[in-house]
């Protein structure tokens, strides 16, 4: 049996802690399905700016390009925020979507029901949530031309940052979030800032264009600000939300405190190849590093979306959502979740129950 090919890249802060409690997870789950993985780490971030001297290094992304998948932890902390720009640990992430095309970003928000009185919204507000962002990853204002600060003649300084999408950019991403639609809800929210900004006067355009592609499928659109707003005031009405770089960090942030912790959050970065990098929308949490306090389900469930979407094994992502539904209904709880009357445990714990759980052991 040949083993799928996993590049761990723990990272920083919390990222070291929840990636061995996902990679467990994941173990498991293959031994469960009788598929196997063989991991290999890699440096990234302000680890690998210490050891190396940058935050992405040529191994790191060579070990990506060789590999079927990746599990990333979290990158940054305030050892490193001094540091010029293009030896920031964020560039490590920001430098491997880039690198390896990751355009597709997609961010689950979902209520899992033990957990609906450790949101900050009204339980039923909440409750049933399951909405689907879809942000795009490689263009916008991340990375668009030119970019930088400069000294005016005056004495003062100018900065720069330009949003530009192409056509082509804009509809790839819009094509991934109707295909997603079309097994979800059979709706799709594009949002933009249409009445300000001629980037998504195009985006509005080229949207309703391929939405007419998929007739099956309802198209709606919304100003940022105001998605915003509704993604507070009332979530369960989003099923797929289809956006560019810039609002969809925004509002896959707002979006995951509806599940009650920013912990909860997982996400795929996803190419046309299949090849896809796995992350936990969480940072690196440096206040509680190394303290067996971090959330692993972040992460946990993100190796889930690995078996949806690089595997393709929707029974094993099936298997390990209802782990941690398990655990969860079973009581445990990391601080970040924690309520009065359930369990408190640790990031470890929390993986051992999940590992239990995936392997069909009570
Ligand atoms: C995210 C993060 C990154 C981003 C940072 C760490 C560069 O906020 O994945 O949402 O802005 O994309
Ligand atoms: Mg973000």
Redesign the pocket.
């Known amino acids: 049996m040949s083993a799928y090919k996993v590049a761990v890249l723990p990272g920083d802060g919390i990222g070291q802690e929840v990636t061995v409690q996902s990679r467990r997870v994941l173990e498991a789950a293959g031994g469960r399905f009788g598929v196997a993985f063989r991991f290999t780490e890699a440096l990234c971030g302000g680890a690998a700016c210490d050891a190396v001297g940058e935050p992405l290094p040529r191994e790191t992304l060579d070990l990506c390009r060789a590999s079927d998948a990746g599990l990333f932890g979290a990158?940054?902390g305030p050892k490193w925020d001094g540091l010029p720009k293009e030896k920031r640990p964020?560039q490590a992430?920001?430098g491997l979507r880039k690198s390896l095309n990751l355009f597709a970003n997609l961010r689950p928000a979902v209520m899992f029901g033990p957990l609906v009185d450790a949101s900050s919204l009204k339980p039923e507000v909440v409750r049933g949530l399951d909405l689907l962002v879809v942000r795009e990853g490689v263009g916008d204002i991340?990375f668009g031309q030119p970019r930088g600060i400069e000294r005016l003649p005056d004495g003062n300084e100018r900065a720069v940052d330009t949003m530009v999408y192409t056509t082509p950019e804009i509809r790839r991403i819009l094509k991934v979030g109707f295909e997603l639609a079309r097994v979800r809800r059979k709706r799709v929210c594009s949002v933009d800032k249409e009445n300000v900004l001629d980037n998504s006067r195009l985006w509005r355009r080229v949207a309703t264009g391929v939405g007419r592609e998929y007739p099956d499928v309802e198209l709606s659109h919304m100003y940022v600000d105001n998605a915003a707003m509704q993604l507070i005031r009332n979530p369960l009405h989003f099923d797929v939300i289809v956006t560019g770089n810039m609002f969809g960090?925004i509002l896959?942030?707002a979006a995951s405190m509806l599940t009650g912790s920013i912990g909860m959050l997982a996400?795929a970065n996803l190419n046309e190849t299949g090849f896809g990098l796995y992350?936990p929308?969480h940072?690196t949490a440096p206040d509680i590093m190394g303290q067996d306090k971090a959330n692993p389900i972040a992460a946990v469930m993100s190796t889930a979306m690995l078996c949806r979407y690089t595997l393709k094994r929707a029974d094993m992502a099936d298997a390990i959502e209802a782990a941690v539904a398990r655990a969860l209904e079973e009581g445990y709880r990391t601080p970040d979740i924690f309520t009065p009357g359930t369990k408190r445990v640790g990031c470890k714990e929390m993986g051992d129950r999940i590992v239990q759980c995936v392997g069909g052991s009570k």
């Open positions: 990158v940054g964020e992430i920001l991340y960090d896959s942030d996400s992350e929308v940072g």
